[in-house]
């Protein structure tokens, strides 16, 4: 039911098709799917990363965690906020740790659970 480890969940959103996710804005749908999206891009760009068991190489490579992601997409996005950042930086560690099945089967987030993909509505210039 769930993507099997972060490789897995980008090829999903590149397909187009549906993966389940954490809710992390709550401030509505397009905000949401901007961590979303900001979330799918750091896994991306780090799901190669072998993350450093050493606390001071850990802490080294949690400040540069998705700050070329950021800046790769923020313009595109419409600009992120730095509460967005911080939860699709969250979310993205948070599944690149720990696995995708582990976040999901948390009791504290089943309500939270959201399914999402690469697919939403997006205004054209005839519609403005």
């Known amino acids: 039911m769930y993507p099997t480890n972060v490789k897995e969940a980008v090829e999903l959103w590149d397909k187009g098709e549906t993966i389940w996710s954490i809710e992390m804005g709550g401030l509505g749908p397009g905000y949401e799917q901007a961590i979303q999206l900001l979330m799918v891009e750091i896994l991306r760009d780090h799901c190669n990363d072998i993350i450093p068991t ?51 089967a948390m009791k504290d987030l089943k309500d939270r659970k959201i399914q999402v993909s690469n697919f939403w509505p997006k205004a054209t210039k005839e519609a403005k």
């Open 54 to 104: 050493d606390k001071k190489e850990h802490e080294d490579w949690l400040k540069t965690f998705g700050e070329k992601t950021v800046h790769r997409i923020n313009e595109t996005a419409g600009g992120y906020s730095g509460a967005q950042v911080g939860a699709a930086k969250n979310l993205a560690y948070q599944f690149l740790v720990n696995g995708w099945g582990k976040i999901m």
